[in-house]
């Protein structure tokens, strides 16, 4: 999504898609290019806005059996000619089963069924929608998705598929979801036009607006939005959140379920709203927040549109904590193909013997700035301001933590290249605000998640649906 430039500098350190581009990453220590040294290490999802599919995959989590399913050759809905099949309905079952590592009774998933299948009518919406407007999401776009969740749960090539093969999982049920939300990305940024443009201004006023709230209480929440469009799914909604909160209370990770069924734009983010006032939620949510404990699992609360399922993460006072600033600058050598830990080609070697001498042998942020310059300027060498306690993945909150201004780091290897990053200056301070890129991505998923809302409801009021699953 285009962004002014200081945004957008500011945006791109929300890291591995700027520094590591995404994948895992490992600090290697010393010479040559095979063996352990090339080999990345597997590190937590980063919360992005407007990102790619987020919820990662079990690889031996139990499942239904299919003797246990209905028919699954009957229809449940049609959505303007388009069949909605219960085998669809169970297919995404298993998915959930198999993302959690839980096991559903049959009774669970029958409760969990016709909310799936709205999600399933709105999935169709939004794939008529992409459709309509032109909008491909080729098969190399799902193949780098797929690629991207067996990265992060340190899957080998083609095990998803086996995984979900083994559990009775059509692949095509993760292809078609992982489709719909990536294009749906596209959608929503058409949607959003210039609106998409975080300016200066726009940050600029919310720091202020928070500066002036210091002292005041601040929640990081996550949220599992379930829609009701008509009273009549009023029911069906509730029922399905007293599921989703059984299963959460049960050990299924909320990253996971969130991404797999909240409505919320957040979903792609694991349902991460990030650090949040209280003016910012429904009242009856804020309410109960403030009530409790980090980790809790709340009851679902009626809000506006539908129903919502909280967990808090952290509580603080807006300004009352330090933070420290990191001032740093990154060259970046790309691999000119992904890289195979057990056999780097040529290319990817000298890559890593560039990245040792430069971080060998560079004394300041200039040289590095230099460096990333002679190769092209593939990655911004300045990210802009970096709060270091935000930073994720934690490996690289660790290495910057302890890294003196002026030392480059080693090495650090990810699946399309390597980086290498030293720090300028830090100073600790007790702003109020937090770093720019986070507002921004704030600013962002706040008029994506309204636009998404609207384009959503004006396409369920112009479709004709039918549902034979009641």
Same mark, same amino acid.
């Given at each position: 999504? $285009?962004?002014?430039?200081?945004?957008?500098?500011?945006?791109?350190?929300?890291?591995?898609?700027?520094?590591?581009?995404?994948?895992?990453?490992?600090?290697?220590?010393?010479?040559?290019?095979?063996?352990?040294?090339?080999?990345?290490?597997?590190?937590?999802?980063?919360?992005?806005?407007?990102?790619?599919?987020?919820?990662? @995959?079990?690889?031996?989590?139990?499942?239904?059996?299919?003797?246990?399913?209905?028919?699954?050759?009957?229809?449940?809905?049609?959505?303007?000619?388009?069949?909605?099949?219960?085998?669809?309905?169970?297919?995404?079952?298993?998915?959930?089963?198999?993302?959690?590592?839980?096991?559903?009774?049959?009774?669970?998933?029958?409760?969990?069924?016709?909310?799936?299948?709205?999600?399933?009518?709105?999935?169709?919406?939004?794939?008529? *929608?992409?459709?309509?407007?032109?909008?491909?999401?080729?098969?190399?776009?799902?193949?780098?998705?797929?690629?991207?969740?067996?990265?992060?749960?340190?899957?080998? $090539?083609?095990?998803?598929?086996?995984?979900?093969?083994?559990?009775?999982?059509?692949?095509?049920?993760?292809?078609?979801?992982?489709?719909?939300?990536?294009?749906?990305?596209?959608?929503?940024?058409?949607?959003?036009?210039?609106?998409?443009?975080?300016?200066?201004?726009?940050?600029?006023?919310?720091?202020?607006?928070?500066?002036?709230?210091?002292?005041?209480?601040?929640?990081?929440?996550? *949220?599992?939005?379930?829609?009701?469009?008509?009273?009549?799914?009023?029911?069906?909604?509730?029922?399905?959140? *007293?599921?989703?909160?059984?299963?959460?209370?049960?050990?299924?990770?909320?990253?996971?379920?969130?991404?797999?069924?909240?409505?919320?734009?957040?979903?792609?983010?694991?349902?991460?709203?990030?650090?949040?006032?209280?003016?910012?939620?429904?009242?009856?949510?804020?309410?109960?927040?403030?009530?409790? !404990?980090?980790?809790? @699992?709340?009851?679902?609360?009626?809000?506006?549109?539908?129903?919502?399922?909280?967990?808090?993460?952290?509580?603080?006072?807006?300004?009352?904590?330090?933070?420290?600033?990191?001032?740093?600058?990154?060259?970046?050598?790309?691999?000119?193909?992904?890289?195979?830990?057990?056999?780097?080609?040529?290319?990817?070697?000298?890559?890593?013997?560039?990245?040792?001498?430069?971080?060998?042998?560079?004394?300041?942020?200039?040289?590095?700035?230099?460096?990333?310059?002679?190769?092209?300027?593939?990655?911004?060498?300045? !990210?802009?301001?970096?709060?270091?306690?935000?930073?994720?993945? !934690?490996?690289?909150?660790?290495?910057?933590?302890?890294? $003196?201004?002026?030392?480059?780091?080693?090495?650090?290897?990810?699946?399309?290249?390597?980086?290498?990053?030293?720090?300028?200056?830090?100073?600790?301070?007790?702003?109020?605000?937090?770093?720019?890129?986070?507002?921004?991505?704030?600013?962002?998923?706040?008029?994506?998640?309204?636009?998404?809302?609207?384009?959503?409801?004006?396409?369920?009021?112009?479709?004709?649906?039918?549902?034979?699953?009641?």
């Amino acid at each position: 999504m $285009p962004r002014t430039t200081s945004t957008r500098h500011a945006a791109m350190l929300l890291l591995a898609g700027c520094l590591l581009g995404g994948g895992a990453m490992a600090q290697t220590s010393g010479p040559g290019g095979a063996g352990p040294n090339m080999a990345p290490h597997p590190t937590a999802p980063t919360a992005r806005a407007l990102a790619g599919p987020r919820a990662p @995959i079990s690889s031996a989590a139990p499942t239904l059996k299919k003797a246990e399913l209905p028919s699954l050759n009957s229809i449940v809905a049609v959505v303007d000619g388009s069949v909605i099949s219960r085998e669809d309905v169970q297919n995404r079952v298993r998915l959930f089963t198999l993302s959690t590592g839980l096991r559903l009774s049959p009774e669970m998933a029958d409760r969990l069924s016709p909310q799936i299948t709205k999600s399933l009518i709105d999935e169709k919406l939004q794939l008529q *929608e992409l459709q309509r407007r032109k909008i491909v999401i080729g098969d190399a776009d799902i193949a780098n998705a797929i690629k991207d969740i067996e990265r992060r749960n340190n899957m080998a $090539p083609g095990a998803l598929r086996n995984s979900l093969t083994g559990q009775g999982v059509a692949m095509r049920t993760l292809v078609d979801q992982l489709r719909v939300q990536l294009g749906w990305v596209r959608v929503i940024r058409e949607e959003l036009g210039q609106a998409a443009d975080v300016s200066d201004r726009d940050i600029n006023d919310r720091i202020a607006r928070l500066k002036a709230e210091v002292g005041q209480p601040q929640y990081r929440v996550s *949220e599992i939005f379930i829609p009701v469009d008509q009273p009549t799914q009023d029911a069906d909604a509730q029922r399905f959140a *007293e599921a989703v909160i059984t299963q959460l209370r049960s050990g299924a990770p909320f990253p996971i379920v969130a991404a797999q069924f909240s409505s919320g734009q957040t979903a792609l983010q694991g349902g991460d709203l990030g650090w949040v006032r209280p003016d910012q939620l429904d009242a009856s949510v804020a309410a109960l927040v403030a009530q409790m !404990p980090a980790g809790a @699992i709340s009851n679902a609360q009626k809000v506006a549109g539908g129903y919502a399922v909280v967990t808090v993460r952290g509580k603080r006072e807006l300004g009352r904590e330090t933070a420290t600033v990191l001032h740093v600058r990154q060259a970046y050598f790309a691999f000119a193909s992904t890289l195979v830990p057990s056999a780097p080609t040529p290319q990817q070697q000298d890559m890593l013997a560039k990245a040792q001498a430069l971080s060998k042998n560079a004394k300041s942020c200039d040289e590095v700035e230099a460096a990333n310059a002679a190769m092209g300027n593939q990655r911004p060498s300045d !990210p802009g301001e970096v709060q270091l306690e935000a930073l994720n993945p !934690p490996q690289l909150r660790a290495i910057l933590g302890e890294l $003196p201004a002026g030392k480059a780091t080693g090495p650090l290897v990810a699946p399309d290249g390597i980086a290498v990053i030293m720090v300028c200056s830090r100073e600790v301070s007790n702003d109020a605000a937090p770093p720019k890129a986070e507002l921004a991505n704030q600013i962002i998923n706040e008029r994506a998640e309204l636009a998404s809302r609207q384009l959503l409801d004006d396409l369920r009021r112009r479709a004709v649906i039918q549902r034979r699953d009641s």
